[in-house]
């Protein structure tokens, strides 16, 4: 028994190091959220979101709860791009009134832009006063990076109410200012927005420019999220182009980049772009492809994006003359919608199959159906 002694004592020695050690590797929840933190920065969503569960985990261990709030606002931020929901307005607007948050100027700035996230998801004029109390507050902490994103959302807002003027102007000075900051995933997000805005506005080769140079840029930053919002613009610019097999391509190239780095909100909107451009020339496909897209969709429960296959598929039946079935999709988007934009779309497809189909019981069931989702689209936009 005493000759194993020493050997005893050699074991427990080597056991009590190897804790130590152990102990010593662990990362202390500052640096999991510090990475969070410059991963959103970069709109690396898929990375980012678990990062923060585990800086929330921790901080709540060590019993720390600004730390605990500031990983959380980081994920609520991070999941409002990938799904908003009235559960995460919910929470954001309880913390914005918490002591906490009130007596700390970067926490409320924190709380602010996750606040905006999910307002600008669900509908964009929305954010418009967050926004601004970001932007005053943002200049008060001479945070110029903050300055400049929502200078450049409110020049979205502007854009979007019909004022191009104002927008131009606020754009390109933003842009301007995040490419001197060296804020180059925000460069590269409201380049690809700015090139998705002039698609819309009927210049493709302009728009196509724009998404290409934020492709390009972002192969040159580390661990930037791969630019889907450019590559769906640039497949977009294509098609108003009449240049099908090559926006097919460039999604194909997009939704595989999606596939593989797990980004699964942004393989939904892909899935939906995809079976949208093969309308004008394959109608066939695109009913598989919208088929597919809103059983992606619905397995991984993106109601936005859920809502917008469903009303391009009541389109494409629409557009093929099958009035039952595009009566039955336009009334399921509807339903499912959640903005604005998308339930107006979704109205002027019934519009038109009220024309097209004028039956008194398929009248009264859309009207019904409609009168159902204005309803739902109110409740679900002013969370209590």
């Not at 929305?126 to 959302?153: F, G, H, V």
Request: proline share 4%; hydrophobic share 40%.
């Amino acid at each position: 028994m005493r000759a194993s002694a020493p050997r005893f004592h050699t074991l427990f020695a080597l056991l009590i190091s190897f804790c130590v050690a152990t102990k010593a590797q662990e990362t202390p929840p500052q640096t999991t959220l510090a990475e969070a933190d410059r991963l959103a920065v970069l709109y690396n969503w898929s990375r980012a979101l678990p990062l923060y569960g585990e800086a929330e985990t921790e901080f709540g261990r060590l019993n720390d709860p600004r730390g605990v709030l500031e990983a959380r606002l980081g994920w609520l931020r991070a999941e409002a791009y990938q799904e908003p929901s009235p559960a995460l307005a919910a929470e954001v607007d309880r913390d914005l009134r918490s002591p906490l948050v009130q007596g700390d100027a970067a926490l409320m700035l924190r709380c602010l832009t996750a606040k905006a996230a999910i307002e600008e998801e669900v509908n964009e004029d929305n954010s418009r006063p967050t926004w601004e109390k970001i932007q005053e507050l943002a200049k008060r902490l001479n945070d110029r990076c903050w300055q400049a994103r929502a200078q450049a959302e409110l020049g979205i807002i502007a854009f979007l109410d019909g004022d191009v003027a104002t927008a131009t102007q606020a754009l390109k000075t933003a842009l301007v200012s995040l490419y001197l900051q060296g804020d180059m995933g925000a460069a590269i997000y409201y380049g690809s927005i700015v090139g998705n805005g002039q698609v819309e506005a009927g210049e493709p080769e302009a728009g196509i420019k724009y998404c290409e140079t934020a492709i390009q840029t972002a192969t040159t930053v580390k661990d930037m999220g791969s630019p889907f919002m450019a590559y769906e613009g640039k497949a977009r610019g294509l098609i108003g182009l009449h240049r099908n097999a090559e926006a097919k391509q460039v999604l194909d190239e997009a939704i595989h980049q999606a596939d593989a780095q797990n980004a699964l909100a942004a393989e939904a909107q892909l899935l939906v772009v995809r079976g949208k451009q093969e309308a004008t020339v394959n109608p066939q496909e695109a009913i598989k492809d919208l088929g597919a897209a809103i059983d992606f969709c619905k397995q991984h429960r993106f109601r936005h994006a859920l809502a917008w296959g469903t009303f391009e598929l009541a389109a494409v039946y629409r557009d093929r003359g099958d009035f039952v079935q595009a009566e039955r999709y336009a009334a399921t988007a509807e339903r499912t919608g959640a903005a604005d934009s998308l339930y107006r779309r979704a109205e002027d497809m019934t519009e038109v199959l009220l024309a097209s189909m004028p039956s008194r019981q398929v009248e009264s069931s859309l009207m019904a159906r409609s009168a159902t989702s204005i309803s739902g689209i109110s409740v679900w936009q002013r969370p209590n």
